[in-house]
């Protein structure tokens, strides 16, 4: 089985030499290069036809100009690329869930039934780069172009979560949570959802893992303070004040902060939420 490194077309690269030298190295090696093209088009010496800046393909050979050969999964002959045109990117692996991405208003080879909730596992890569894609209660493989697609991030329980700033609205609605809600990965299912537990909910969060990006956790013995933003915390006040600070001693399954204020006899509970690069970390 190959393994597929991707290349994305940007502005044309200096070192169009060195470039080629990577490509000759690797030609004969397990690794098959993809690549993509110039966000310029005056820039690109060769008539790409229907590829556009952004495609992504895979090296099929080098000719005696130095020039490359680039297959895509989306147009049946080789295109003709120069080496400064390329650079690579983060390959797809077999085995990667992956899913539309949200930029892309219609997939190069049709929705067919899915959307861009849609989570699926990758079973084979052609010679092209056309992806395979298997999804959950799908009765034959999905065919997608890899320029349409992104890696659905790795998921696992315990993992701190929000809604992502690209998604308009999540797969089952918003329901009570809101983009600045952080919550913990509860349980994950095959075919691509997720139960986030917040600890303002009585029940997990269901959504999709398209929804859903991955912020830093907070831990215990972490300083902590209500953001000054927040006039009533979800959880109430308990006597405490927005000058109040303390240190997190006991973080629950949904997210909930036990909080240990000096001169306070029982711990603060407090909802969870980043508030940017400050030092403190904020919570309301």
């Excluded at 990577?22 to 010496?45: D, H, M, Q, Y």
């Excluded at 130095?66 to 390329?86: K, Q, R």
């Excluded at 300083?223 to 006040?237: A, D, F, K, N, Y």
């Amino acid at each position: 089985m190959r393994d597929l490194y991707v290349l994305v077309f940007t502005v044309p690269l200096r070192g169009g030499k060195l470039i080629l030298q990577i490509f000759k190295g690797l030609k004969n090696s397990r690794l098959v290069i993809g690549f993509v093209f110039a966000e310029t088009p005056e820039a690109a010496k060769h008539d790409f036809g229907i590829v556009t800046a952004g495609s992504i393909g895979i090296v099929h050979g080098i000719r005696s100009d130095s020039s490359l050969l680039i297959e895509f999964s989306c147009v049946p002959a080789p295109c003709i690329f120069e080496p400064e045109e390329v650079e690579p990117v983060v390959p797809f692996k077999i085995g990667e869930l992956v899913c539309v991405k949200r930029s892309i208003a219609e997939p190069s080879f049709a929705w067919g039934g899915e959307t861009h909730h849609s989570v699926g596992r990758i079973c084979d890569i052609k010679s092209n780069g056309l992806l395979i894609i298997e999804i959950q209660n799908r009765s034959i493989p999905w065919t997608a172009d890899p320029s349409d697609m992104e890696k659905v991030e790795d998921f696992k329980v315990g993992d701190w979560v929000r809604v992502k700033a690209s998604v308009p609205s999540p797969k089952y609605g918003w329901d009570d949570v809101t983009r600045t809600s952080i919550g913990i990965v509860h349980n994950l299912e095959d075919d691509g959802d997720m139960g986030v537990a917040f600890s303002f909910r009585s029940k997990p969060f269901l959504c999709s893992m398209t929804d859903m990006e991955k912020v830093s956790p907070f831990e215990v013995g972490q300083e902590i303070r209500v953001m000054l933003s927040i006039t009533q915390p979800l959880l109430g006040w308990s006597n405490e004040t927005p000058a109040t600070f303390g240190t997190v001693a006991r973080i629950d399954m949904d997210g909930t902060l036990n909080v240990r204020v000096a001169r306070r006899a029982s711990l603060w509970k407090v909802c969870s939420r980043r508030c940017g690069k400050t030092l403190r970390t904020c919570c309301w």
